[in-house]
């Protein structure tokens, strides 16, 4: 045999199948024989040079440092363009001017939304054919130059894009490129940021806040790079019977060569240690100038499946374009997980055909003083955070996410929910406005650039569609909609685009009765989501909820359902005795200060989530948010410019009480943890200590004496709470001690109680209100029966909360402690101490339309009437007048009681204050 066919068949034996093989079955006669007959055959079309091995065959030159930046509204294109950048601002990417327009009492809100623009001067660089500049996102329209010549335009905040410059660099020396990056908020539908989202309640941050590269490639024929920002290589799990797996794997070349060629595209699997599991190889006739798509299957014996956080193990898939001299000229690495994944309408989601219910939260991609330009450090942070808590699913709201953030979650085995940016609206104006063929064009252009950049993704088990896009025409009455038609054709579209995922959109108020929905979501895509906030923005029991849960699943039978969002509020210097002592206060209702108690998120998570848990056929759920977020829309908490529905805060420090509820539920870890351990000042001497754990039992003790134990089967949904605490006056130690199979977990907080007397806020869920005379009021607490309400003008109709009256209450210096009542036919169970005591009731008519002799009630004192036949209005002499009332009682069975009997309309009070004599 010649040594043409000598090196052709070395190259075979290296190169093809048997690669693949054992090194018996290479080295056995029968593949020598099979290998001559081949390279026989081979020498007719391949050049007499072997394959040269190459670890990599592009070059990538990241662009972050030595940039010039400069925020301006009124700058021109060609003013720009002259200017050397001198006396801009230096930085590096990624860079955002709005990283501080969050989280501080002095936020920018609304945050700066204008002109930026970036300018930096580069070399050329030696190696490679072609040269593409490659953005990883400017948000929200960029414009680009690269040595006074127009690249072009991309629209979309989020998504990575290329250019083509192999042409336009300079031939050596400097090369400058200025990029213009605009995130104002468009004001009609012909400008060019009116694109998705129009809205939304987060900020969109301005800038180059990803990173910039200049990619290479050693010959003019390669995987396509012009692909829409995607990877020219696709895969997927097309099969997995017993052990055995096929995947499905698309290359798209691009030539741009001046002449026809014949080239080998190979496909080879790795597995985690580097040794291949499977190579195929095709060939592909080229003509110059063309484009190609190529499909090959792999299977893969013995396959090792991702199975989430249980077991995320990857391949590195390895698809190479080889010369017919054995040389490869490009190369893309991609990791890939072998999995299955299924969504059952009664049964819920399966993983490689096993049960898993998706336990997880939804996750912005901005951080305290960076918004958007965030690090690989901070993604690494949120996700070990998410991890730690216990989830095993994240949500990527409300648009696609850096690739870093994908590929972390795929290691870490969290399933992904990726989402388009239709956000809120899909017009200007945003009830009624028209949907304009270029919105509806980026919109699609958006979708297809995400599927094809998150497209290997092991975690991405679903692509949403849009986020609450029909909440446009919010209080409107007139009926429009002008969403359903695209998000049909953004359905159609995404299954062209990947057939192997389900899609998904989250819904935000189908069915729900407060609101004006016109356009019904339910049914449009393989599965649904939606997006509920019972007991925060709406509802009145979780109850209420399960039943809305039920109705949905009855009317779309067939159709997986899953909760993308719920949550409430929640401020870590705000806190509460009772979170049911009040009504939540979960918007900016003009109030000084919006009250959003720790302890009432927690609630409302238990409530929500124990309810959401109880129901098999849900796939899976999403907690609104694992982190707060900055909102130029928001004012409430404790702080500005943020939304506070988060489990933990901003600056990632402080994981919140929820956090904890869920980890004990969710995570394998011990968990046993005190609530309300920031709640440190007690207003009330007798207190339920309530505890997070996942223990076989937890034992409370106060001050070194042991208050009690229960076991998990007291403990529902891992909540275990210790009724009538009594706290000693000064510095109290709890100490809770969680037994886990044997291993003692304890867990303690520090309270002091400084008060000898009781002072209740009736009507209000936060506590630590501080009279004038320096006196502690608590939170609502001890009541039965009534209704905790603000003070409104008018009744409850389609929304939530009334019309607030902004009538200033009279006659007291205390204003707040008369801004909510409790009305209705109730009572007060009060634990206190045997002796006598005074007590003062704080009064005021809250209604307009009450008039006197409208409201009359009876108070009685453990069953003594003190106050009879009580007119506030008449007695007061105006409508919200304060009065007050102070009787004298005696306590001898430890309780006071206090019965509030009305014989006209309601009995209602304000706030009640009790001093021991």
């Known amino acids: 045999m010649n040594n043409r066919y000598i090196k052709a068949l070395r190259w075979w034996i290296k190169t093809g199948p048997i690669s693949?093989?054992?090194?018996?079955?290479?080295?056995?006669?029968?593949?020598?024989?099979?290998?001559?007959?081949?390279?026989?055959?081979?020498?007719?079309?391949?050049?007499?040079?072997?394959?040269?091995?190459?670890?990599?065959?592009?070059?990538?030159?990241?662009?972050?440092?030595?940039?010039?930046?400069?925020?301006?509204?009124?700058?021109?294109?060609?003013?720009?363009?002259?200017?050397?950048?001198?006396?801009?601002?230096?930085?590096?990417?990624?860079?955002?001017?709005?990283?501080?327009?969050?989280?501080?009492?002095k936020a920018t809100v609304p945050y700066k939304r204008g002109l930026g623009w970036y300018r930096l001067e580069f070399d050329t660089p030696a190696a490679g054919v072609r040269k593409w500049l490659e953005f990883g996102a400017a948000s929200i329209v960029a414009d680009v130059w690269l040595n006074g010549q127009k690249l072009g335009q991309h629209q979309g905040a989020f998504t990575a894009f290329r250019f083509d410059v192999t042409d336009k660099l300079a031939a050596s020396g400097k090369n400058v490129l200025l990029v213009k990056v605009d995130n104002r908020a468009a004001k009609t539908g012909n400008e060019p940021t009116a694109i998705a989202p129009l809205g939304g309640d987060f900020n969109m941050s301005g800038g180059l806040y990803r990173d910039v590269k200049l990619v290479e490639t050693a010959a003019?024929?390669?995987?396509?790079?012009?692909?829409?920002?995607?990877?020219?290589?696709?895969?997927?799990?097309?099969?997995?019977?017993?052990?055995?797996?096929?995947?499905?794997?698309?290359?798209?070349?691009?030539?741009?060569?001046t002449q026809d060629g014949d080239y080998l595209i190979r496909v080879s699997v790795l597995d985690a240690s580097g040794r291949l599991a499977r190579s195929v190889q095709k060939t592909v006739t080229l003509k110059a100038g063309s484009n190609v798509e190529v499909a090959q299957d792999v299977a893969v014996d013995h396959a090792h499946l991702w199975q989430g956080v249980d077991d995320p193990y990857q391949y590195r898939l390895v698809a190479e374009l080889v010369k017919s001299d054995g040389t490869t000229i490009d190369k893309v690495v991609q990791d890939f997980g072998i999995r299955q994944m299924r969504f059952d309408p009664n049964e819920g989601f399966f993983l490689n055909g096993k049960h898993v219910p998706l336990h997880g939260v939804d996750l912005h991609q901005d951080a305290l003083g960076k918004g958007w330009a965030i690090s690989t450090h901070d993604i690494d942070e949120s996700l070990g955070l998410i991890r730690e808590m216990g989830a095993n699913s994240v949500r990527l709201a409300h648009y696609p996410h850096s690739p870093y953030t994908l590929a972390r979650a795929s290691q870490l085995g969290l399933v992904v929910w990726a989402e388009l940016p239709l956000v809120n609206q899909t017009s200007i104006p945003a009830c009624g406005g028209p949907v304009t063929d270029a919105f509806k064009a980026n919109?699609?252009?958006?979708?297809?650039?995400?599927?094809?950049?998150?497209?290997?993704?092991?975690?991405?088990a679903m692509w949403s569609i849009g986020n609450e896009s029909t909440q446009g025409c919010i209080g409107s009455t007139t009926p429009s909609d002008n969403i359903t038609p695209l998000l049909k054709e953004l359905q159609t579209l995404a299954k062209a685009e990947d057939s192997s995922r389900v899609t998904t959109y989250a819904d935000w108020a189908q069915d729900?009765?407060?609101?004006?929905?016109?356009?019904?979501?339910?049914?449009?895509?393989?599965?649904?989501?939606?997006?509920?906030?019972?007991?925060?923005?709406?509802?009145?029991?979780?109850?209420?909820?399960?039943?809305?849960?039920?109705?949905?699943?009855?009317?779309?039978?067939?159709?997986?359902?899953?909760?993308?969002?719920?949550?409430?509020?929640?401020?870590?210097?705000?806190?509460?005795?009772?979170?049911?002592?009040?009504?939540?206060?979960?918007?900016?209702?003009?109030?000084?200060?919006?009250?959003?108690?720790?302890?009432?998120?927690s609630y409302v998570h238990e409530q929500i989530y124990g309810t959401i848990a109880s129901r098999k056929y849900i796939w899976g759920s999403f907690a609104w948010s694992m982190f707060d977020f900055g909102s130029g829309i928001r004012n409430e908490g404790d702080v500005r410019g943020v939304n506070t529905k988060g489990l933990v805060t901003y600056d990632r420090k402080t994981k919140k009480d929820a956090f904890y509820f869920y980890?004990?539920?969710?995570?394998?870890?011990?968990?046993?943890?005190?609530?309300?351990?920031?709640?440190?000042?007690?207003?009330?001497?007798?207190?339920?200590?309530?505890?997070?754990?996942?223990?076989?039992?937890?034992?409370?003790?106060?001050?070194?004496?042991?208050?009690?134990?229960?076991?998990?089967?007291?403990?529902?949904?891992?909540?275990?709470?210790?009724?009538?605490?009594?706290?000693?006056?000064?510095?109290?130690?709890?100490?809770?001690?969680?037994?886990?199979?044997?291993?003692?977990?304890?867990?303690?907080?520090?309270?002091?109680?400084?008060?000898?007397?009781?002072?209740?806020?009736?009507?209000?869920?936060?506590?630590?209100?501080?009279?004038?005379?320096?006196?502690?009021?608590?939170?609502?607490?001890?009541?039965?029966?009534?209704?905790?309400?603000?003070?409104?003008?008018?009744?409850?109709?389609?929304?939530?909360?009334?019309?607030?009256?902004?009538?200033?209450?009279?006659?007291?210096?205390?204003?707040?402690?008369?801004?909510?009542?409790?009305?209705?036919?109730?009572?007060?169970?009060?634990?206190?101490?045997?002796?006598?005591?005074?007590?003062?009731?704080?009064?005021?008519?809250?209604?307009?339309?009450?008039?006197?002799?409208?409201?009359?009630?009876?108070?009685?004192?453990?069953?003594?009437?003190?106050?009879?036949?009580?007119?506030v209005l008449a007695a007061a002499g105006a409508y919200r007048t304060v009065i007050t009332r102070t009787f004298p009682v005696t306590v001898a069975s430890g309780r006071l009681k206090l019965d509030f009997k009305p014989s006209v309309g309601e009995a209602v009070v304000s706030n009640i204050a009790i001093t021991k004599n």
Request: aromatic share 10%; hydrophobic share 35%.
């Open 20 to 105: 693949a093989a054992s090194s018996e079955f290479r080295k056995s006669t029968h593949c020598a024989v099979l290998g001559i007959a081949l390279a026989l055959a081979a020498s007719v079309c391949w050049a007499d040079e072997g394959p040269k091995v190459t670890a990599e065959v592009r070059t990538s030159q990241v662009l972050t440092q030595g940039w010039k930046f400069v925020q301006d509204d009124s700058l021109t294109d060609a003013a720009a363009l002259a200017s050397t950048g001198q006396n801009w601002q230096d930085v590096s990417l990624p860079h955002t001017w709005n990283a501080q327009d969050a989280a501080s009492t």
């Open 220 to 257: 003019p024929v390669h995987f396509d790079l012009g692909d829409m920002g995607g990877p020219g290589v696709y895969a997927t799990t097309a099969a997995v019977t017993d052990s055995h797996a096929t995947l499905n794997v698309r290359a798209k070349l691009k030539s741009d060569s």
């Open 443 to 460: 919109a699609k252009q958006q979708l297809q650039e995400e599927i094809r950049q998150q497209y290997n993704r092991a975690a991405v």
């Open 512 to 601: 729900v009765p407060y609101n004006h929905q016109f356009a019904s979501t339910g049914g449009i895509t393989d599965i649904w989501g939606i997006n509920r906030y019972y007991l925060w923005y709406y509802g009145s029991s979780a109850a209420e909820f399960g039943a809305h849960l039920d109705a949905l699943h009855a009317k779309y039978p067939n159709q997986p359902i899953g909760i993308s969002e719920y949550g409430a509020g929640s401020a870590v210097t705000h806190h509460s005795d009772n979170p049911l002592g009040g009504r939540p206060e979960s918007f900016n209702t003009g109030q000084p200060v919006v009250y959003q108690p720790e302890e009432y998120a």
């Open 663 to 871: 980890k004990a539920n969710w995570s394998s870890e011990p968990v046993t943890y005190i609530t309300g351990r920031r709640y440190t000042n007690r207003a009330y001497a007798t207190v339920d200590v309530k505890v997070y754990s996942n223990a076989d039992s937890v034992r409370l003790a106060l001050n070194g004496t042991t208050i009690g134990t229960l076991t998990q089967d007291q403990c529902t949904m891992k909540v275990c709470v210790f009724r009538n605490v009594k706290l000693s006056p000064g510095a109290n130690r709890l100490t809770a001690s969680g037994n886990h199979g044997g291993r003692i977990v304890n867990d303690l907080v520090d309270w002091s109680l400084n008060t000898r007397d009781v002072r209740i806020a009736a009507g209000q869920y936060t506590t630590g209100l501080t009279s004038s005379t320096g006196a502690l009021f608590g939170s609502d607490n001890f009541f039965v029966g009534g209704t905790a309400d603000w003070l409104v003008s008018k009744s409850i109709t389609d929304q939530r909360y009334g019309v607030f009256d902004r009538t200033p209450v009279n006659g007291t210096v205390d204003p707040q402690l008369f801004s909510n009542v409790r009305r209705g036919t109730f009572s007060y169970d009060i634990p206190l101490d045997n002796g006598t005591y005074s007590v003062t009731l704080g009064f005021l008519e809250p209604g307009k339309a009450t008039a006197v002799g409208g409201r009359v009630f009876s108070v009685d004192a453990n069953g003594v009437t003190v106050l009879p036949d009580l007119d």
